[in-house]
């Protein structure tokens, strides 16, 4: 049985200068940042403007480029300059992606005109979540506050300083599969993340929990695997590595077992396959084995050990290492009711070296997958 797990910290990351923190710790605990976000939200009745990119209008107006004046994208001509290549994507997709989500900014009076703030649900030690009502429609929202003092890892596009989170969430929240952002608020102390609430959905880790055995067949063992591999591969293709998959960054879906990734404050730029990444800020028991041994990790290869991890933790009912020892020392225990070709797809994503771990391509054209 697994037990839930919290996050180790962050490290300081070279390439990109920066760091990320995230925490998913689950208690209800009063949250740490409620003084400074009651006394924003306090402020908004004397008026204290907030600045907002509208997901509608931004993406209408990005999408007709061929008549507006020419804007200079210091991010895009930093990133080439650093020699930082997708050549596994199309041309310019994440930087001009980003670039274009933020070029047309609109200027909203404040978070209040717009939602209604409701429960608070729980909070991280680098974030705080609320439920919301957006008063439009009454639709129910999950509402983030980050902190800027706690925000380590910033991206600079169009001359602003944004949360790569925020930034890299929205490159990629329309794939199926990855939780979706309404809007994005920015005032004095934080950036408000407003997002796409499920209603009748459980995480993966209490989904397991809840299931016999804590453990699922293989038939929806594999419904699962396939989705978070096509979800990441789609993220990838994007531009963008998620680097903190684990059973409580996944929602289940109870009326349609359909998988839904949140939490992106871990996330990265993926810029090629063979570029590396010196920190990290995920969960130490899924720490793939060239990080602990050389500090190094390149996105693919490490998305897939994770992805090992969680099969072998859907199907075994607990997580296959619970140490950095365990994790270098590469003991699997497989149970043997599992198949044969279940046990060679495992095997195969957790692979010592991470040279002889399948492409997410080849991981959907394996014979598990296909059967």
Avoid at 58 to 63: D, M, Y
Avoid at 130 to 148: A, W
Avoid at 323 to 348: F, M, P
Wanted: aromatic letters at 10%; one cysteine or more; proline letters at 4%.
């Amino acid at each position: 049985m697994s037990t839930r797990i919290l996050p180790v910290g962050y490290y300081h990351e070279q390439e990109q200068n920066a760091s990320i923190k995230s925490n998913q710790n689950t208690s209800t605990a009063t949250p740490s940042t409620s003084s400074s976000i009651m006394k924003c939200f306090n402020s908004y009745r004397e008026q204290m403007p907030f600045t907002s990119s509208c997901s509608s209008s931004s993406s209408s107006a990005s999408s007709s480029t061929s008549t507006e004046p020419s804007v200079k994208n210091d991010f895009l001509t930093s990133f080439k300059s650093a020699g930082h290549y997708l050549p596994t994507v199309d041309s310019l997709t994440i930087e001009q992606n980003l670039f274009n989500m933020v070029r047309f900014d609109i200027v909203k009076s404040n978070f209040c005109d717009y939602y209604q703030l409701g429960e608070f649900v729980r909070s991280g030690g680098f974030a705080d979540i609320y439920e919301g009502i957006r008063l439009s429609d009454n639709k129910k929202v999950v509402v983030k506050f980050i902190p800027k003092e706690k925000t380590k890892n910033w991206l600079m596009v169009n001359q602003k300083k944004y949360p790569a989170e925020v930034l890299l969430h929205k490159a990629v929240h329309e794939i199926q599969g990855v939780i979706h952002v309404y809007d994005y608020f920015e005032n004095a102390e934080h950036w408000v993340l407003v997002m796409e609430r499920l209603i009748n959905c459980q995480d993966l880790f209490d989904y397991l929990e809840a299931s016999d055995q804590g453990r699922l067949n293989e038939a929806t063992a594999k419904k699962f695997f396939q989705q978070l591999v096509q979800i990441n591969l789609a993220m990838l293709r994007k531009g963008v590595v998620h680097r903190d998959l684990k059973s409580e960054n996944i929602l289940v879906d109870l009326d349609t077992q359909s998988l839904v990734l949140i939490d992106f404050g871990a996330s990265a730029i993926y810029k090629s396959p063979v570029t590396h990444y010196s920190d990290f800020h995920g969960t130490k028991q899924y720490k793939s084995p060239e990080y602990i041994l050389r500090k190094r990790y390149r996105g693919v290869p490490s998305t897939v050990w994770t992805l090992g991890v969680l099969l072998y933790d859907m199907v075994n009912g607990g997580l296959p290492f619970e140490n950095e020892a365990e994790i270098t020392g590469h003991k699997l225990v497989l149970r043997s009711h599992i198949s044969a070709d279940l046990k060679n797809l495992i095997q195969r994503c957790l692979a010592h070296n991470p040279d002889r771990r399948p492409s997410l391509e080849a991981i959907l054209e394996h014979s598990w997958i296909k059967s």
